[in-house]
């Protein structure tokens, strides 16, 4: 075959060389006319405008990019440049009669259009950057979309040299595809006239000037060069004519149907032997899915390598994205033009069928989401599978009548040229337009759908037409009702069927083919079939007539169960930020855990110290710095211990760093340095020990709209210990609120909320009491009380701390003292060595006795035995007892005339508390 | 057993007090009752509870919101109980579902703190990241409920008032009751999981500040902010990383064939931010010197 085509005239007219920069590699573009004969043999010339795209100059497979009806190679730029990308050496043209190219268009007939192909296959073979498979035959495939897949299916049956082909949305025969017939068993020949599109189409070619034209290269315009008549442009003459004809009378004829024939794949079926992948649109009324159908079934039979893909779009539009079957497109490219390249063998093709399906509305994006169902084999339009259902119609009777009214109008509509895209999308949404106008049609519905039926292919039901003319022109369409009576006809499509000699006694019966559609009918739904006598897109009978129909079977719908649904396109997005989100969480929360745990391995001794277990407080080294107060030590190397029944006082003016230290004690605040241990255990925040520690720290902490009550049985159902443990009401006692407890803590006095939080420091009666400030706010009997409480508490063998900045609360509850100031520990130590070894006492003396009175009486006090020191002070004496009872001094005082007005400790301890703090400043 | 605490020994030195477990402090109903009790919560349910009433009242005296142009849901909104109930559940996604949220997980740690009591619950000792999770449970479990009851209350006095009915859809088709209610559950769910971002930005705010009303006032803030941004279509794709940008996914739940893309991505941005968000908030608190 490749043998015998003869290199005519392959000729570079004005080559032009463009590299297009930008992308990550650059495509160079030649555009150049390459000069064809008019048909094999003649000596007329045909220029065809070409562009052919490389990235390199290694030799490399090829590939032929063929432009739809109307367009031109221009359109087809991007997409070759994005093919030189992936490695291949396109070649696009401008077919016969369009773009810049000359000649007329002969709707790809096999001795033009067709021809065509074969020189540029030739053109390609001499060119250094295409790889060739022997001499003059190089590795090339061949694709496009309608007009262009025609020719990519035509010219690999006519030239065996072109190893693959990708066709999308074209035509098997464009005599049905433009005389639809939905009657089984019948043609194009009584097929109906497809009106809308075929006047489209036509039209478009007939226009005389559509884009940029080649002048010289374009004589087929010019009617004095012989050129066809007006109204035809570019057309042939021939095909204008017949067009003419049809258009006119509205039905075809066998010299239109021979005609077309020829143009068609049909018409050369055994010879489709590359592998081949067609593509073809679910929105397509003017090259439905059964047109892709025979095509795969051609090349199948020929033993060659298919794949289908029905995907969401077609002529009425559509919404699939195209980036996606161009992929699909270059994968089929890669098996078969690289295989035994450097891609190897295992490239990927894809499934043998996939379905783009049309799920709801994205409405985050206001976008129509698809996803692909995919099967492992192409099943054909019947389906692996299929579903029946009877129909009746609503009004129970057998047949029906209806009018096809008189001039064809007001038409019924379906599909709309361009439209149907949008209307479909809509229908999926439940709100598509379709109209049937009453007396215009036979309506046959099934029961509602116990569960979903999923049809994919072409349904199939048998009616008995009756008319009293003797063609009844129909046309088919089975509705999706919901159960609301909403009715939605998939993908808009009808399928128009012509039934001749209907107008016998009893009619005739015939089999309708359906439209091919990919549908979901849902549980509940019912199937509604529509036989109207006229639609918008196609040419009825203008004569009247009254159609009679029955159904006389119940309807097949062919499903795949084979599909299956791939997974919704989701960004990675989806599933990588949630990773990476855990991968960072894990880091956030882990890594100070780990440092921190490095760091006190190194900087403390063990969590647990034996020496220490009776030993309810040890302090030791403990420093720390608040943020933001760097140079300033809120408590410096403190270090002190308590020793299990002791009240300890902790001794300081405020600011000495007494709530610091009880809050790191508390493990409310880490230590910069140093460490607290409660009988023996490391205090950590939140460590077990603490739960042996009752505190009451700077005020304190209740949740305001609970009770008193409310809020102390909760909080120690918050510690989770044992509610007998709790000794609720010993602590109610101490509070000594009364009939507040049931009252809102908001309402409370500051005294009351002191002393309810005392209470929750007692709860559980712990082994460490720590009351910060506990007689704030409380009255003289009240303060008395909870000395005696303290007391008693240390005196069961437990542990009070209480801190104050004042002297006389220590100074009568407490055993020992830690004086702190600043931050620093002054002191420590029992309250007696503190205070010094004996008590002082002060008299009062009468006015009377003067200052000599005075001094006299001091030496002889100081004289006595079992006193220390005596002084005199402004109207009194000071005296130290050392070993002497209070009483005794004042019966030596009276033994020694001093008139005593008055008698009682001096606080003494507050002065020796300033001069120790007065001392460490 | 009152002599428990007393007769600690010098011999034996137990790291905790008899019956204390790190695991048992803080039951979740614990810290419910703790809660429930505000008057902020009720407040919240009030107002949630009486929100259909009121849209109900408004349409009585105004008549039901109708526009030629265009069907949204709220035209649709007395067309029947499962419609008023969607309408509700319109109405509060942008914001006033967006404040329950906020608060309940943003007042939580930080009132505490402004109350003192927090610091008593640590010294319990209730463990930090204990605290933390059992709070943050809380505040979602109050926040599902705000979801909740705001549609469900609808779809109580939608029915009384319109009646129980299909759910009409604003592209013209609709959903049987029995259908709509279980896709009406799945929005609703959708909602709250796509608040918890919402949830987990004012919780770290609520660990980090004492003022409750900053991390209220915060989250709701952010929330604002990435509204707004959102609604700059300029930004094009970056809008994607944008919580709110699928704060509706949910009406793909509502229309003939279920839609799931929007709501998976709308959850998965909205659970990734808030794990980060909430690893912030551990990993504050866990350190953080507690001073309030």
Known sequence: MAGAVALVAVAGVGTTVAVAAGGERSVRQEDRFLAMPETPGSTQVVQLDTSFFTTGDSPRPAVLLGHGFGGSKEGERERAQELARQGYAVLTWSARGFGRSGGRIGLNAPDREVEDVKHLVDWLAQRPEVRLDGPGDPRVGITGASYGGAVALLGSAYDSRIDAVASAITWWNLADALFPQGVRGSGAIDGVFKRLWAGIFFTTGSVGELGPSGGAARPALAPEQGGGQVGCGRFLDELCRMYDRVATSGRADPEAVALLDRSSPSSVAERLKA????????????????????????????????????FAGGHDGGTDTSDRVDARMVDWFDRFLKSDGPKGDGGDTGAAFRVTRTGGVDSTGFQTVLRGASADAYPGLGGTGARRFDLKAPTGEPEQAFANPAGGAPPNISALPGFGGALSQAATLGAGLSLDFPGQFAVFESAPLDGSVHLTGQPTVSVRVRADRPDAVLFAKLYDVAPDGKQSLPQQLSAPLRVTGADAPEGRTVTVALPTVDHTFDAGHRLRLVLASTDLAYASPVEPATYRVAVTGPVTLPTVDELETEAAPLPSRTWVLPLVALALAAALVLVPRLRAARSARRAHGPAYDPALAGVPLQITGLSKRYKGAADRYAVRDLGFRVEQGQVLGLLGPNGAGKTTTLRMLMGLIRPDAGEIRIFGHRVRPGAPVLSRVGAFVEGAGFLPHLTGRANLRLYWQATGRPEADAHLEEALAIAGLGEALDRAVRTYSQGMRQRLAIAQAMLGLPDLLILDEPTNGLDPPQIREMREVMIRYAA??????????????????????????????????????????????????????GPADLAAAADKVAALDGVGSAEAVERGLLVRLDGMAGSQLLAELVRLGVPVESAGPQRRLEDAFLSLIGGAA | ???????????????????????????????????????????????????????????????????ADRTSFIELATASGPNFAVTMLFMGTGFMLVIPVALFCGDTVASE????????????????????????????????????????????????????????????????AGEALPRLGVAVVFVFLSEIVIAAMAFWLSTATDAPLGAVGGAVFASIITGVLDAITALGDLRAWLPAHWQYAWADALQPRMEWGGMVQGVSLSLSYAVVLLALAFRGFTRKDVVS
């Open chain 1, 796 to 849: 069961a063998g437990r542990t009070v701390i209480v801190s104050s900045h004042l002297l006389s609360e220590v100074e009568q509850s407490c055993t020992d003292l830690v004086v702190m100031d600043r931050g620093r520990l002054v002191t420590t130590g029992a309250v007696s060595e503190i205070v010094g070894a004996g008590a002082q006492l002060l008299i009062g003396t009468d006015a009377s006795f």
């Open chain 1, 275 to 310: 592998p081949t992948l067609v593509i073809q649109g679910q929105q397509d009324s003017l090259f439905p899915l059964d047109q892709g159908d025979a095509i795969a079934r051609a090349v199948a039979a020929n033993g060659a390598p298919v794949a289908v893909d029905w």
């Open chain 2, 113 to 176: 703190a402004s109350w003192s009591s927090l610091r008593y619950l640590l010294a319990a000792p209730v463990p930090r990241a204990r605290l933390l999770v059992r709070k943050f449970l809380v505040g979602l479990l109050f926040s599902a409920a705000a979801v909740t009851l705001l549609p469900l209350v609808g779809l109580l006095v939608g029915t009384m008032a319109y009646g129980w009915g299909d759910l009409k859809l604003p592209t013209g088709a609709s959903l049987t």
């Open chain 2, 1 to 67: 057993m009152s002599a428990v605490g007393a007769e600690v020994s010098a011999e034996v030195a137990p790291d905790h007090a008899a019956g204390y477990r790190a695991g048992r402090t803080l039951p979740f109903r614990v810290e419910v009752v703790r809660q429930l009790r505000r008057r902020r919560t009720m407040v919240i349910g009030g107002v949630l509870a009486a929100m259909p009433l009121l849209v109900l009242a408004a349409f009585a005296v105004a008549g039901t919101p109708g526009r």
